[in-house]
């Protein structure tokens, strides 16, 4: 009887792909590297110029108006926003589902930002301005992780991410001028 020597060879698309990743996550190396710069430096920025920007009417829904925490959100949301839609016009056709990776990153890094700091200020007892200000940073780099996690998971429609961040910036605009009277969005 004679033994047939049987040799599956793995299929060329997988190989592929798992390059492609490789190559892609090497790409946007420098995109995660902007927004942590962007961000880590323009949310302060904002957030020290605050007075004078908001002075313009229109340029107030972009930085806080008072030391609310949803007024904080803001000083996440812009900064990584402006590099993801930069991201996007030259990266897009690379990156199809990147809006809709990011926006669900930054959502949670949003969320992550309002139960941090009640958790922090509930356990200190009182606000520490150095707590508030690594929050702000553990929060940005959970959402570059996030981002990087995600990125071979990504889908093709970026609509979803699209409305997640119409919808934010809708909330942005008009909380700014019409605050409820809930603690989310009351002075500190």
Known sequence: MRMLAYHKRLPAAPLERAAGRSKMLRKTRIWDVLLILVTGIGGPVLHLYAPVIRCVPWMAVLVPVNESVWEHLKLLYFPAVSVMLLRYLFT?????????????????????????????????????????????????????????????????????????????????????????????????
Do not use: K
């Open 92 to 188: 897009g056709e690379l990156q199809r589902g990147i809006l809709t990776t990011f926006a669900s990153g930054l959502w949670r890094a949003m969320l992550l930002m309002i139960c941090g700091f009640y958790t922090v200020s509930g356990i200190l007892g009182a606000l520490w301005l150095p707590a508030d200000i690594g929050l702000f940073y553990v929060c940005m780099i959970y959402m570059v992780i996030y981002l990087r996690r995600h990125a071979d998971r990504q889908r093709g429609n970026n609509l979803p991410g699209v409305l997640l961040l119409l919808l934010m910036a809708a909330g942005f605009v008009y909380f700014t001028y019409f605050p409820p009277e809930i603690g989310l969005f009351t002075e500190i």
